[in-house]
């Protein structure tokens, strides 16, 4: 089954430590709006207490001017005096106004200064949303009859300036705290996840088939898991691979072994047979030169044809069996390789090799299996390169590690040549599955690079084997 990938809705790639801030400062905004609306409720029911007891104490202030004017009546005395009760209150957009029980027009007003508007308009919507009717009522009774009511309330712009005064200064608290705290999550990822570097180097490593990489131990148990999957996974791929390496490398050698018999067995009996068959033809062209001379020609096209046959035979037998490497050694076998290219096509294409370093002390099977890569290379230049030159190059070397560690000793080959190119489906085969085979059972890696009209690159660096390391060292 397969399974979906895990949307990133939309974001794409981010960084986790810039993920959690703004999932921290999204939060944030969340509990701040929540505490604004909180806010707005508590300072609505605060305005409506306040403006209750202001109405109670100007109504109280109102029922005793009443009582005072009923008993003394003074020439400058008038009813109701707002400004004598109202005094102690002068509050922004306060507003208190009598209203006559008998007479709705009889009116008289006391105002304090409001406050300019400076909140923003979405706050300014948002309060009135939560902000019930905003006056106070409040009856004055004299003689157990109403005479009127006094009537508390305050302008909506002054309570919104006052609300947003008030919600800037918790603004500005949460802002700071809030860059403080995503500062602070920040650095804290930051350091958290420095192992994830460890990790993704693993991993490059294993990608460069470098199965020998392990990863430390980490303090967080999240990590210690993935080292715990990641070293078993690194120790899996060693097993198989050295397992498949040997594999194949008996492989090789049964193939070898092979090509050994069959080739002892073609030189004993099938050119035993074709010098036989050679003789006679002679014998017979003897014969015939002076019984029969008519069949001269046919005892010349037999001699011709078991020649032929002959040196097909002879380039088969070189292919199948290789020079003698313990006595000629390498770099002798490449160079009569090369040699008996350059004899077959007699100048086209022009075979060369170069070869630096001593490559002539290296294990016998380790030799053979590099010489049989040179070999199979060379043969794939000639017969489907169409080249005008093709150049061998042999060179051992020493490489430091890229992670600072000892140097390591190895064998690098490369084959190049002008040809056309091969098309990007021949290259799985024309014996670059033997030779990527054979690299890989040497712990090696190969690369091939065809360009259109500019010829082929082949490239192998194979470490040298233990022993021969230890003579270098």
Same mark, same amino acid.
């Given at each position: 089954?397969?399974?979906?990938?895990?949307?990133?809705?939309?974001?794409?790639?981010?960084?986790?430590?810039?993920?959690?801030?703004?999932?921290?400062?999204? #939060? *944030?905004? /969340?509990?701040?709006? $929540?505490? &604004?609306? %909180?806010? +707005? !409720?508590?300072?609505?029911?605060?305005?409506?207490?306040?403006?209750?007891?202001?109405?109670?104490?100007?109504?109280?202030?109102?029922?005793?001017?009443?009582?005072?004017?009923?008993?003394?009546?003074?020439?400058?005395?008038?009813?109701?005096?707002?400004?004598?009760?109202?005094?102690?209150?002068?509050?922004?957009?306060?507003?208190?106004?009598?209203?006559?029980?008998?007479?709705?027009?009889?009116?008289?007003?006391?105002?304090?200064?409001?406050?300019?508007?400076?909140?923003?308009?979405?706050?300014?919507?948002?309060?009135?949303?939560?902000?019930?009717?905003?006056?106070?009522?409040?009856?004055?009774?004299?003689?157990?009859?109403?005479?009127?009511?006094?009537?508390?309330?305050?302008?909506?712009?002054?309570?919104?300036?006052?609300?947003?005064?008030?919600?800037?200064?918790? #603004? *500005?608290? /949460?802002?700071?705290? $809030?860059? &403080?705290? %995503?500062? +602070? !999550?920040?650095?804290?990822?930051?350091?958290?996840?420095?192992?994830?570097?460890?990790?993704?180097?693993?991993?490059?490593?294993?990608?460069?088939?470098?199965?020998?990489?392990?990863?430390?131990?980490?303090?967080?148990?999240?990590?210690?898991?993935?080292?715990?999957?990641?070293?078993?996974?690194?120790?899996?791929?060693?097993?198989?691979?050295?397992?498949?390496?040997?594999?194949?490398?008996?492989?090789?050698?049964?193939?070898?072994?092979?090509?050994?018999?069959?080739?002892?067995?073609?030189?004993?009996?099938?050119?035993?047979?074709?010098?036989?068959?050679?003789?006679?033809?002679?014998?017979?062209?003897?014969?015939?030169?002076?019984?029969?001379?008519?069949?001269?020609?046919?005892?010349?096209?037999?001699?011709?044809?078991?020649?032929?046959?002959?040196?097909?035979?002879?380039? *088969?037998?070189?292919?199948?069996?290789?020079?003698?490497?313990?006595? +000629?050694?390498?770099?002798?076998?490449?160079?009569?390789?090369?040699?008996?290219?350059?004899?077959?096509?007699?100048?086209?294409?022009?075979?060369?090799?170069?070869?630096?370093?001593?490559?002539?002390?290296?294990?016998?099977?380790?030799?053979?299996?590099?010489?049989?890569?040179?070999?199979?290379?060379?043969?794939?230049?000639?017969?489907?390169?169409?080249?005008?030159?093709?150049?061998?190059?042999?060179?051992?070397?020493?490489?430091?590690?890229?992670?600072?560690?000892?140097?390591?000793?190895?064998?690098?080959?490369?084959?190049?040549?002008?040809?056309?190119?091969?098309?990007?489906?021949?290259?799985?085969?024309?014996?670059?599955?033997?030779?990527?085979?054979?690299?890989?059972?040497?712990?090696?890696?190969?690369?091939?690079?065809?360009?259109?009209?500019?010829?082929?690159?082949?490239? *192998?660096?194979?470490?040298?084997?233990?022993?021969?390391?230890?003579?270098?060292?």
């Amino acid at each position: 089954m397969m399974r979906r990938p895990i949307s990133t809705f939309g974001f794409g790639v981010v960084d986790l430590k810039l993920r959690l801030a703004l999932r921290v400062v999204a #939060l *944030a905004a /969340i509990c701040f709006f $929540l505490a &604004a609306i %909180c806010m +707005l !409720i508590a300072d609505d029911r605060f305005q409506r207490s306040q403006m209750e007891a202001i109405a109670e104490v100007v109504g109280k202030g109102l029922e005793l001017q009443l009582e005072q004017f009923s008993w003394v009546r003074l020439e400058n005395t008038r009813f109701p005096d707002l400004e004598l009760v109202a005094s102690p209150f002068l509050l922004p957009g306060l507003c208190i106004e009598y209203r006559a029980a008998a007479d709705a027009t009889s009116q008289r007003f006391f105002c304090s200064g409001t406050r300019s508007a400076h909140a923003p308009k979405v706050f300014a919507t948002l309060y009135r949303w939560f902000r019930r009717d905003s006056e106070v009522v409040r009856p004055i009774t004299f003689g157990k009859r109403v005479r009127g009511f006094a009537v508390v309330s305050v302008d909506t712009t002054s309570l919104i300036e006052q609300s947003w005064n008030d919600m800037g200064r918790l #603004l *500005a608290v /949460i802002a700071v705290t $809030l860059t &403080a705290l %995503c500062g +602070l !999550i920040y650095v804290a990822v930051e350091r958290l996840l420095r192992p994830t570097r460890i990790i993704v180097s693993g991993l490059e490593a294993l990608s460069a088939s470098d199965f020998s990489t392990r990863l430390p131990k980490f303090d967080l148990a999240e990590l210690s898991s993935i080292r715990t999957v990641f070293n078993s996974l690194a120790e899996t791929l060693e097993r198989t691979v050295a397992e498949r390496n040997a594999l194949t490398q008996r492989l090789i050698a049964v193939q070898d072994e092979e090509r050994l018999v069959l080739s002892r067995e073609l030189h004993d009996e099938f050119a035993q047979s074709l010098t036989a068959i050679g003789a006679m033809a002679a014998s017979v062209a003897h014969t015939a030169k002076s019984e029969l001379p008519a069949l001269l020609p046919e005892c010349r096209g037999i001699s011709r044809a078991t020649a032929q046959m002959m040196d097909t035979l002879r380039g *088969a037998l070189v292919r199948l069996r290789p020079p003698d490497i313990a006595e +000629l050694g390498l770099t002798a076998s490449l160079q009569s390789l090369v040699a008996d290219w350059n004899s077959r096509t007699r100048g086209t294409p022009i075979y060369e090799i170069n070869v630096a370093g001593s490559i002539d002390d290296l294990p016998i099977a380790f030799g053979t299996n590099l010489y049989r890569i040179v070999q199979e290379a060379v043969t794939n230049a000639a017969k489907h390169a169409n080249a005008q030159h093709v150049v061998v190059r042999v060179q051992s070397h020493d490489r430091t590690a890229a992670d600072g560690g000892p140097k390591r000793s190895e064998v690098e080959l490369l084959v190049e040549d002008d040809g056309i190119g091969f098309a990007s489906s021949a290259k799985s085969g024309m014996g670059l599955v033997g030779m990527r085979e054979r690299v890989a059972a040497l712990d090696g890696r190969m690369s091939f690079e065809t360009r259109d009209s500019k010829g082929t690159r082949l490239r *192998a660096v194979v470490p040298l084997p233990s022993a021969k390391r230890e003579a270098v060292a």
